[in-house]
């Protein structure tokens, strides 16, 4: 694949758009909870792999399949995020592999925090 899973400038950490795929690289079908979790879980390992997790997000694109999946992704959003949400854009889109949810996100991994969520 022409494109790098994640990237550190500075204090940042960009990921790219994060499908949902299992531990084995397979595309997870089934609900939007269920690909939104397995595309959560995806960017928690990257995130990981950086030293950094959840609380640190501070932007992500949401991009749905169809703008009707909206309430079931979001608690499933709200859930796992707890109540640290990064800004956020939300747009439908065709996504590859015939997937519901892809969602790419920036992460500030420097030692002092950004400025105050509003």
């Given at each position: 694949m022409?494109?790098?899973?994640?990237?550190?400038?500075?204090d940042f950490?960009?990921?790219?758009?994060?499908?949902?795929?299992?531990e084995k690289g397979e595309i997870v079908r089934g609900s939007i909870e269920?690909?939104?979790?397995?595309?959560?879980?995806r960017i928690e390992e990257a995130l990981a792999l950086a030293?950094?997790?959840?609380?640190?997000?501070?932007?992500a694109t949401v991009y749905l399949s169809d703008i009707a999946l909206y309430d079931q992704f979001?608690?499933?959003?709200?859930?796992?995020l707890g109540s640290n949400f990064?800004?956020?854009?939300?747009?439908?889109?065709?996504?590859?592999?015939?997937?519901?949810?892809?969602i790419e996100v920036q992460a500030w991994t420097g030692a002092k925090p950004p400025a105050a969520k509003h």
């Open positions: 022409p494109f790098s899973r994640a990237v550190q400038a500075g950490l960009f990921l790219s758009g994060q499908i949902p795929l299992n269920d690909q939104t979790n397995a595309t959560l879980d030293g950094a997790d959840l609380n640190q997000l501070v932007k979001n608690k499933v959003y709200k859930e796992r990064p800004a956020r854009s939300l747009v439908q889109a065709k996504l590859a592999g015939g997937v519901d949810v892809e």
